[in-house]
């Protein structure tokens, strides 16, 4: 399958907890994105790739996060002190271009 | 940042009949996405859509741009059980960001 993957698909972590995601997009695919989605509701921006180059992060983005694609291929985002309120899917897509992105299966986190 | 208001927020129908739903922003959008999510999997993309009074069609899904650019719309002919799923809109202006709806609901009842 060519398709976005992720991992891990299902995360449950303790509160002050640091957890990583991990995102492997589409190859020949430079763009790529995080989201973040709560119950309920669509996905929201993060951040957003351009080959190894963070070109833009949203509000959402506290400190407490981070994200790198250190070869321009797959990209990892860390969490450090988890809250609860981080409870939410992470979704990781990619794109060729700027318009059609697709969405890997989504890292579940639970912060108890 | 940007308000997507999609309408139906849910939808319960008989199989064999028609889907319309609908996608309205506050702002203008250069390019509109249709975006289908089941439970515990990512949203899959459907149908994109790039320029004001574009209709475009993927098997029994139409889905148009609207000449505002600031609306778009989707229709499922002939509802079969599979459609069942939550179905996102999303909207990118000049940036890379887009923003997403708040999702339809589609139920089809056999």
């Known amino acids: 399958d060519t398709g976005v993957s992720q991992d891990p698909r299902h995360k449950i972590t303790k509160r002050g907890q640091n957890v990583t995601f991990r995102c492997d997009p589409i190859?020949?695919?430079?763009?790529l994105y995080w989201y973040r989605q709560t119950l309920g509701q669509g996905p929201e921006f993060l951040t957003y790739f351009q080959n190894e180059a963070q070109l833009e992060k949203s509000r959402l983005l506290s400190d407490r996060f981070s994200a790198e694609r250190p070869k321009g291929s797959f990209s990892t985002l860390e969490i450090q002190r988890t809250e609860q309120g981080d409870s939410a899917m992470y979704l990781c897509a990619s794109s060729a271009d700027r318009a059609r992105q697709f969405f890997g299966p989504g890292t579940r986190l639970t912060v108890l | 940042g940007q308000q997507l208001n999609q309408s139906p927020q849910s939808m319960f129908i008989q199989e064999g009949e028609d889907v319309s739903m609908n996608c309205t922003s506050s702002s203008i959008f250069n390019t509109w996405l249709w975006y289908k999510q089941e439970p515990g999997e990512g949203p899959v993309l459907l149908i994109a859509l790039y320029k004001a009074g574009e209709l475009t069609s993927n098997g029994r899904l139409t889905a148009q741009f609207g000449i505002t650019r600031k609306d778009s719309f989707l229709n499922i002919s002939a509802s079969i059980p599979s459609d069942v799923g939550i179905y996102f809109c999303a909207g990118q202006w000049n940036g890379n960001q887009f923003y997403f709806g708040t999702g339809t609901s589609l139920t089809v009842i056999p």
């Open positions: 190859s020949e695919h430079n763009r």
